[in-house]
């Protein structure tokens, strides 16, 4: 039988996975191992640690992300990353890199023709629905922000480790891991696992897991480039940011730094695609597989196609290879096994919302394995991350490939696209149907209705709207009383709600804060009628606001406030077996 250390965090861990990993000793133990290092594993170290608990995060590269890929991050994910006390920092990393308010259109090059406008202004009209903003920081930047955070708030990372096996078992995961470096071989025994290991997933792979979608659209690369001189005089006036190119070379798109004279270039068709008699004649899509055999000297003929302007003195820094696909993988979870981010969802880069769907996953998880950890929830809370996430990323998904299709590929065909919705849909407006939630407006037509901000109103299954209010003197947004803890917010007569629900927290061993709308106490003051609109509640009502945001509960006025009553709403939403 081999030694098991029980980590005891932060200091004893690393010497644990040491000595183990140094053929000392067989066998560690962490409460969550995260598999996969990057945005998405590292996101969800740092959640799981805001909510107390560690994790080891193993990772086969060498650090973090090198390079930029994501770079578009939507209001969500910044209010998420708020509450994590990041977005002033993230703010400040994104302005050196772009300036704010970046937009996105669509050219024939960059110093030619304007073809359409998609935003003009990333951030125009959404200040009403958000105390936060939408902005552009490349993920080789925002990484390394997530992992100090992350290994801040107590979470181990070993980079230069790859999980090898994962074996499960009632009580809980036996992970193999291999050091890269040395060869090194050690087992962790973890309660959870997360597997945030990207589109190729082992995990996925080693669980049978399907994917199941569009499938791959394209073989894309993408330049990194230098130019001598500053390219921003060709946006004439448009807001740096994102600029598709679609013309008779190529389609793709440009994401340009701060600097004017760098960035990267995508290209995920070649040739003229709008030709219906070219692709009448090539069934098999030539154009979509830029990638192969790509060389610096075919790059950089696209690179100047794409930016129009001959003889321009350019340096290729590198290429990627990447493949365009839209698939979501037909579970999201296997027992003890959590997957997340590419792991499950695989979108074309167009939108922005591969990364951004895979921390708002991360969020999602992080609290729910908390709670079960701690023995204040039931284990069935956690089969609600499958049904809560999977149909987002079904209609991300969704969404993406339509983007996808309207902005590069119309050889497609529109046959198999969704309408496209307004991005707010997507960042703000996805609603959530699971034992979780209690009453979450009902399904239409099979699917879950996706809202605008403005028609949410509190609404359970719904992120809790944002608002503005006085807090303690100071102006703030209502969002900011939301992230460790349930919290009970009652109209400004719903004090009956406040005390039924702190004795039944109190009962049941669930950390609750509350807040009264206007009852000067300093939690929340001012905001009655607002409040209760926003909320959709009478001054007698109550809303009952998940770890993550979400509104789990909702009493639009105080009839049958009971202590039994919040009861009852606690036991369900947590999954216990009181419920
Ligand atoms: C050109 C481009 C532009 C993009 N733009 C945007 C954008 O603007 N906004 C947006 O939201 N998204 C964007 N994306 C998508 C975004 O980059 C991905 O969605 C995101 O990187 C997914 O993060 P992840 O952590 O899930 O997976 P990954 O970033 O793929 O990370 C998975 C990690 O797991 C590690 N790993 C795998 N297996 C193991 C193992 N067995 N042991 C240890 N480690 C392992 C890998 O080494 C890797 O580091 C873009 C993508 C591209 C290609």
Redesign the pocket.
Known sequence: MSCIHKFRWPNIACQAYDQAVTGQDEEVEVPVLV?????????TAMFLAQHGVKSLV????SGT?I????????LR?LEILRSAGLEETIRRRSAEQYPPGGGISNVESLAGREIAMFFADLNAGVAEFSPTIRL?IN?DALEPILRARAAELGAELRYR????ALEQDDDGVTAA?TDLETGGQVRVRARYVV?????????RNRLGIPMRGHGVLSN?I?IYFRAERDLTPLLAGRNQG?HYVTNPVLRGFF?LDRSGNGG?L?VNLVGDTARPEIVAAYPEAPWANVAEGITKERALELLRAAIGVPGMPLVIEDI?T?QAVADIAGRYAEGRIFL????VH??P?N?????????HDAHNLAWKLALVLKGTAGPGLLATYDAERRPVGEFTVEQSYARYVLRVAPYLGTSDVRPPVDDLYLELGYRYDSPAIIGSPAAIDGELPHLHPSDCQGQPGFRAPHLVIRSRGEQVSILDLFGRDFALLAGPRGGAWQDAARAAAFALGVELSTYVADDGSGGFEDAGEPFCTAYGISPQGAVLVRPDGFVAWRATDGTGATVEAMKSVFSRVLCRADA
Do not use: I, M
Not at 35 to 43: A, E, F, M, P, T
Not at 67 to 74: I, K, L, M, S, Y
């Open positions: 598999v996969g290092g990057s945005l998405v594993g590292l996101s193993v990772e086969r590269h992300a390079h930029p890929r994501a770079g578009h991050f939507n994910t552009f993920q480790t790859e999980c090898t891991l597997a945030a290991d990207g589109n190729r997933s082992p995990a894309s993408t994102v994401r990267f995508v990627a990447w997340a981010g590419d792991a695989v979108v880069p939108g922005g919302f591969g990364g951004n769907t895979g921390v």
